[in-house]
């Protein structure tokens, strides 16, 4: 376990108490077959089950009874076929006082503890499963078809849920700027392999090489590509072309699970053209604004707006766009260059709880997720607060799609400069992005050592200075 016992003890206590009454259930998750079930993609172990419970192992499944804080770890032991092909796994019941639970039972327990509280009308509180298998075990439990899984998942739960797991604590954080060194290990190299000729592929392997030596996995699957437009943007077989600007998006997860993510784009041939250091600097001022203005009781979505505030009124000296800066922002033009939100919570899941639904995640009662068009992918909005961790990830892109679709429907005319954009239609995008924790006062960049990012930097250390 990545903690001590009493860590989860006291997690599962504090959610006891939030919950009240009822029966919790986290189910663990399952292996997962790629093409036959004996052969499977990399095992993750469902990050809130190991916030409360700690254990990594498959096909497990917690139960914690709020009212009498009765506790069981459920699951089946491992028998002598399966102890050829694995080696020895240990017992449910040593796993369960590992984790300080005092009672363990195979997995076929599970449905009568949960009848006990089903078959009376007593609340069962589960959170919303994101894996069929998971939907499927939940339907058995609850007789509900499995797609209703999500929907009838415990409000209360997930909000406790997300109350805890949103604040990191120092040994989280630590956890984190683990996962942190190897991330800046993965984009340096990056960066030193970076050259015409080299494939998108290549860079990815090695980044995704670097954090399998140091034992950790990527936090999501890395993005290595001239296209920085395409946000998800897969690494191609492409040799890099000199001209053009390389965006990578990559961080590492530790061993325990708490993730890294940034995100730095460079010049291929190792030097920024002019107009290439014009569009870097703006996204770089944007980030920076960020570092300067996070902290505790600021709204995200305030933050998020300024940010597009200072991109169009800089975006307006080079012509891309033009007219009044808050009508603009208001109107929503801004979203022809930065479609996508400033930032998200990152910790055990690189955008964190994200499978507990962003409205719980990152909205309340004040602020409420909005419907325009690139201010509705911001995945938190709320006023930030001590302790937690988040993105500032800034970009401007030159979408080609899109640039025709707003062309040809005279989008924004007011405040876009078609004209101009179009020069910039075989730009690519650039994104910045580094993770900050909240502090008392402000906001500290998290990482003992910085990536390079400021545009001179990128070249000297491109260039081995
Ligand atoms: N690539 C995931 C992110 O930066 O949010
Ligand atoms: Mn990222
Ligand atoms: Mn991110």
Request: charged share 25%; net charge negative.
């Amino acid at each position: 376990m990545l903690f001590d016992r009493q860590t989860y003890i006291k997690r599962r206590q504090t959610l006891r108490e939030k919950i009240g009454n009822g029966l919790i259930i986290f189910i663990g998750n399952n292996n997962s077959p790629c093409n036959y079930p004996a052969n499977g993609y990399t095992f993750r172990q469902d990050s809130s089950f190991l916030y409360f419970f700690g254990q990594h192992r498959e096909g497990l499944a917690g139960v914690i009874e709020a009212d009498t804080g009765k506790e069981w770890l459920l699951g089946d032991d491992i028998d002598i076929e399966d102890i050829i092909w694995t080696g020895f796994v240990p017992s449910v019941s040593e796993l369960a006082s590992e984790s300080g639970v005092q009672n363990s039972a195979p997995m076929s327990e599970l449905k009568k503890l949960v009848d006990k509280y089903h078959s009376k009308g007593k609340p069962v509180h589960f959170l919303p499963p994101y894996r069929y298998d998971t939907m499927i075990q939940i339907a058995d439990l609850l007789d509900m078809h499995p797609l209703l899984t999500r929907k009838n998942a415990s409000v209360r739960l997930i909000r406790a849920v997300v109350d805890m797991r949103s604040v990191k604590s120092p040994a989280e954080i630590e956890e984190i700027e683990r996962a942190m060194a190897i991330g800046y290990k993965m984009h340096t190299a990056a960066m030193k392999a970076c050259k015409p000729g080299v494939t998108e592929k290549y860079i990815g392997g090695l980044i995704d090489g670097i954090a399998a030596s140091y034992g950790c996995k990527t936090s999501f699957n890395s993005i290595v590509t001239m296209h920085g437009e395409i946000f998800h943007g897969d690494p191609s077989l492409k040799p890099l072309e000199d001209g053009r600007l390389l965006l990578c998006d990559a961080g590492a997860e530790t061993v325990g699970n708490y993730c890294s993510d940034n995100t730095r784009t460079m010049p291929v041939n190792g030097r920024f053209s002019p107009r290439q250091r014009d569009i870097y600097s703006i996204v770089e001022a944007c980030h920076d604004l960020v570092i300067e203005k996070a902290r505790p009781g600021v709204k995200w979505l305030d933050m998020h707006l300024d940010v597009c505030r200072l991109m169009t009124d800089r975006l307006k000296e080079l012509d891309l766009m033009k007219g009044d800066t808050e009508e603009a922002v208001q109107a929503g033009a801004h979203a022809m260059f930065l479609q996508h939100g400033l930032g998200h919570m990152m910790g055990m899941d690189v955008h964190d709880m994200e499978n507990l639904g962003q409205v719980f995640v990152g909205f309340d009662d004040e602020v409420r997720p909005s419907e325009q068009f690139g201010t509705n992918c911001l995945r938190c909005g709320r006023r930030i607060q001590p302790g937690w961790i988040l993105t500032d990830e800034p970009g401007i892109y030159f979408i080609p799609a899109l640039i025709d679709k707003w062309k040809s429907e005279g989008m924004h005319r007011e405040f876009l400069n078609y004209d101009k954009i179009e020069e910039y239609r075989d730009f690519g995008g650039i994104r910045i992005e580094d993770d900050i924790l909240i502090t008392e006062k402000g906001c500290r960049v998290l990482g003992e050592q910085t990536i390079p990012y400021h545009p001179d930097d990128v070249e000297a250390f491109m260039a081995g200075e």
